[in-house]
Nanobody, 122 residues
Framework: QVQLVESGGGLVQPGGSLRLSCAAS????????MAWYRQTPGNQRELVAA???????NYADSVKGRFTISRENAKNTVYLQMNSLKPEDTAVYYC????????????????WGQGTQVTVSS
């Protein structure tokens, strides 16, 4: 069973930066696609960024050019570097493991972290 532990959320002013981390248990991290999703109250959980086993990345249009997803397999960890943050980036961010790519669409995996709150406000 894959367990995901997220960290790095917090309060930041508009234009600031945060780096989220997601540490996965087990030795199968290197063969799992990883992704970050976010959710606000009353809304669907939406894909923010994904990285495949081979290192290919995909980003939501709303964060492209500002956010970067990366993985460090030796530490079983995936990161989300968030720059130029906007108030509309405020959400609970969730780590997801085991997804897959179909054309231009990324299908979410079965494993989720507990979520970490990101608040962008002045």
């Amino acid at each position: 069973q894959v367990q995901l532990v997220e960290s790095g959320g917090g309060l930041v002013q508009p234009g600031g930066s945060l780096r989220l981390s997601c540490a996965a248990s087990g030795s199968i991290f290197s063969i799992l696609a990883m992704a970050w999703y976010r959710q606000t109250p009353g809304n669907q959980r939406e894909l923010v960024a994904a990285v495949t086993v081979g290192g290919n990345t995909n980003y939501a249009d709303s964060v492209k050019g500002r956010f970067t997803i990366s993985r460090e397999n030796a530490k079983n960890t995936v990161y989300l570097q968030m720059n130029s943050l906007k108030p509309e980036d405020t959400a609970v961010y969730y780590c997801n493991a085991g997804g897959s790519v179909g054309g231009s669409h990324f299908y979410r995996g079965d494993y989720w972290g507990q979520g970490t709150q990101v608040t962008v406000s002045s």
